[in-house]
């Protein structure tokens, strides 16, 4: 007959959370946002198909063969079939109205006007189907301003190959060491977007389920289903199964997004490449930073849940429970905003102070073993701070909760809450 | 079975500056229906919490069923608190077993009990809706099963008639009587006279943090309730009345209609009136010694009724 009475508020409060429609669709959210990173830009790439256009060129020279030259070369941006139609002169206005019927009538996707003036200066127009394709009229632009370029330096007797090749960009890359090896190429500038994408995790995950756990708390308070809880158990008891169950959801949604994540680490640039794109740059994170992650998120959300449920217990009333809101996210705020702080130099002596302080540590520690910049005697003596304010966070949010959670009408003093607490 | 189901000495609970228990003593034995009557505010919710450790009193001895209240003594209780609620999304018999598994009932065991007590309070056809549903009076009824499913040996219920309409109150007084032939014991809280006065073997009267009265409702009666007489007047006239107010063998009248029951002044002999106002010409179709109500004891005692409702036989 006996169980462990806290294991069912765990369990409660678990299915409670993940029963919702919220959960449901905060789960998808993480997996779509990764899709939509690795694949909708090679999806993109793929829709575009062949541009045909038709450049005009009324410059009567060869400027527009260049154009079409550069257009249909070899490009990652787009692919283009150009052909140039040299108009009579003074008649250019009657061939570009047959190619804009041409391209109203979906025979051509548009037309590149070269005026005679191009080379002075005058402007050159590209009306197309897809003229608000970005892409598609940056590829157009820059063929434009490569085959002028290159007249004006031969105009000016240098040679545009010699000029290109001395201008050429030096070739670089970011490499990331850690103690597992060296990082792909590119992976520096990806180890920094994962990190960053992190922090935002841990911010918005601790500060949306600790609102979870505070509203939890207020709206048992507010019904009156906590005296009839209390009779069973120990308010300590409702208290940490509340907090762990709501815990246990959150991380239950955190580990689908890690392990999709992984499937895209492992087969994303097989997908991508399946479906003719290019592979965003991936990190290479060593796993020993995927366990300190783990470890400082679950410390740290049950270091601010179990502060957000003693200051449910506080409020007496919507309003109240907003102030209270606002309390607990401060601490948190500081850490988010010194993540930024840290990231430009991860060994400063803020990075090391942020470290080793347990309301600033749960995203300052995991982002610093992201970035392969914090020794392992830091992540263990911030751990073990970590783990030990949580402790003492629990025990006195556990009788703070016990002795208000009964409380009705004005809220008590800071010193009058001390002595119960204390007397508790 | 030596202990009795309650024990309490000189407990004190304050609240800042109010006291609201000052030094309570009452002993509930095992098997008794038990009543906390008392105005509000007079400690009687106060009292039932720190019975179950809801709250922690700040000085006094508690013992439920022969132990320190705590965990394992947690389990043979069952409770009803007077403020009521339940978690609103969670359906009917969802709720019922989560509450027996938190009292240490496995969802197999509490099964077939939980489909028993929603037949017998007319809810098993909404056993798979959601709490928020449910009228108030339903909700009510949900929770007084929460309180028993589990077969406590010590029920507590707090106001439980409080919000329920008058079929549910009888169905609700049935029920009660049905535990109390189980050798249960049941321990209710209420500040309506007449609902003490049905259904309790066993009466503490509070005020103002203390026991006024405690102990076997035939006794409290019988040492605390004074001496009665019940009149009925024909005819009735202000004049009777009048004579039967001067009478020197009445200390108090209670009047409710045309009945009137008297409290005897000390020492005073009912053979006495009874001469005097036949004498004094007053009309009289009944004249007995009446056995005290608890309301009388409460007015003997407490001195002003806790509310109307149920006043005077």
Known sequence: MSRSRTWTIVKREFLATTRTKGFLLGTLFGPAIMAGWILLPALFAESGGTREVVVID???????????????????????????????????????????????????????????????????????????????VRSVRSAIDDAVRQARLR????????????????????????AEGRGAAASGEAMMMTAIIAVFVIYFIILLYGNNVLRGVREEKENRVVEIVLSSIRAEQLMAGKVFGIGGACLLQVAIWVAVAGLVAAFGEDIVRAIGGQPPALPDLPLSAAFVYVFFFAGGFFLYASIYAALGSLATSGQDAQNMQFAAMVPLMVAFFMAFGVMNDPESRLAVVASLIPFTSLIVVPLRAILGAIPWSQVVLSAVLLALTCWGTLWVAGRIYRVTVLATGQRPSVRRLWRWVRAS | MGSPAVQIRGLRKEYGDTVAVDGLDLVVPRGATYALLGPNGSGKTTTIRTLLRIQEPDAGEVRVLGEEPGPSVRDRIGYLPEERGLYPRMKVREVLTFLAELKGMSPRDSRPRIDGWLDRVDLSERADDRVQTLSKGMQQKLQFVAAVVHEPELVILDEPFSGLDPINQQALREI??????????????????????????????????RAVVEGEVGRVKREHGGRHVGLTLDPWTPESVAAVRAAPEVARVHQDGHAIVL??????????????????GVGLIRFEVVEPSLHQVFLERVGAPPIEEGALV
């Open chain 2, 263 to 280: 409290s005897l002044a000390d020492g005073a002999d009912p053979r006495a009136l009874l001469a005097r106002l036949v004498q004094g």
């Open chain 1, 58 to 136: 009324g410059t009567r020279t060869d400027l527009g063969s260049a154009v079409a030259e550069q257009l249909t070369r070899d490009s990652e941006e787009m692919a283009f079939a150009a052909r140039v139609v040299a108009p009579p002169p003074g008649d250019a206005d009657s061939v570009r109205a047959e190619m804009a019927a041409k391209t109203a009538a979906g025979e051509i996707d548009g037309y590149v006007w070269l005026p005679p003036g191009l080379p002075a200066g005058e402007s050159a127009s590209y009306e197309a189907r897809h003229a608000t394709n970005l892409r598609e």
């Open chain 1, 155 to 178: 105009a000016a007797g240098i040679d545009a190959s010699t000029l290109s090749e001395a201008l050429r960009p030096t070739p670089f890359e970011a490499r990331e060491v850690t």
């Open chain 2, 176 to 209: 009660v009587a049905e535990i109390h032939t189980s050798e249960r014991t049941i321990l209710f809280s209420t500040h309506i006279i007449e609902h003490a006065e049905r259904l309790c073997d066993h009466v503490c009267i509070l005020s103002h943090g």
